[in-house]
């Protein structure tokens, strides 16, 4: 099956810097790809890229097997990319049920707008069960779910995270990349950003390291676990080098022999 995103010696970047200096990476259909690195390695500029929120100035973007370079960010909305980005996005005034109507805004067919809304609640059942709430009285964990649910408002193809799990405990870690996990399932693909490189590749299929605007390693989520170089750079992994300690050379002791010298004893008469 034929890649549903390829990004090919992608450079881009803020005004008269890059930022990425030649991506290429390419995305299975149906699976979770998570991009780690160190900061200002390029992670969230990437998915700038792919939703049009940037625009490469070398190099392509390529969605089921259209290039898309000269799409804007609606028009590859309408083409099932959906960004979700790091910072919360929801209407904190708002109600968590009128939030997962904005999903919907571009919809004009109302049966297929309720149908999309019965799906999203039946995935993410804190929305039918906090409708009523405002958005802002949920917890980080609980907002990210609604998030999630508004995108599948919109029936996307492709996913993009930036920092799904930030601001999270880890109970609410969890449940998120299990979320992540079950919009894979539904057959849907999901390209995230994870500083919790950990997390993140443990909930991913495939991995990609960045570094300096470039993809220097792509393999399993699980075989980037196991790499020992990953390990100490990215997943907090410290040296495990055992301490070499010098055996401590003892000089015997030399004991001079002591001379006694004979008492002479005078008699006296």
Known sequence: ????????????????????????LSVETGTVTCLIGPNGSGKS?????????????HGTVTFQGREINRLG?????????????????????????????????LLRD???????????VEAFPICKARAREQ???LSGGEQKQVELARTLVL???LILLDEP??????????VVFASIR????????????????????AASDMGAVLESGLVRLVASGASLLQDPEVARLYLGAGSTTPRTTTPRTTTPRTTTPRTTTPRTTTATS
């Open 1 to 24: 099956m034929a890649p549903i995103l390829v990004i090919d010696s992608v450079v881009a970047g803020y005004g008269a810097g890059d930022i990425l200096k030649g991506v290429n």
């Open 45 to 57: 500029t990437v998915l700038k890229t792919v939703s049009g929120l940037l625009r490469p100035t």
């Open 73 to 105: 960010p609606k028009a590859r909305l309408l083409l099932g990319i959906v960004h979700v980005p790091q910072d919360r996005s929801l209407f904190p005034a708002m109600s968590v049920w009128d939030n997962l109507l904005m999903g919907g805004y």
């Open 110 to 120: 109302q049966k297929l707008l309720q149908e999309r809304l019965g799906q999203a």
């Open 135 to 137: 958005a802002g009285s």
């Open 155 to 157: 029936d996307p193809t």
């Open 165 to 174: 799990s930030i601001g999270l405990d880890p109970k609410s870690r969890q």
């Open 182 to 201: 079950r919009l894979c399932e539904s057959g849907r693909t999901v390209l995230l950003v994870e500083q919790n490189a950990r997390s993140g590749l």
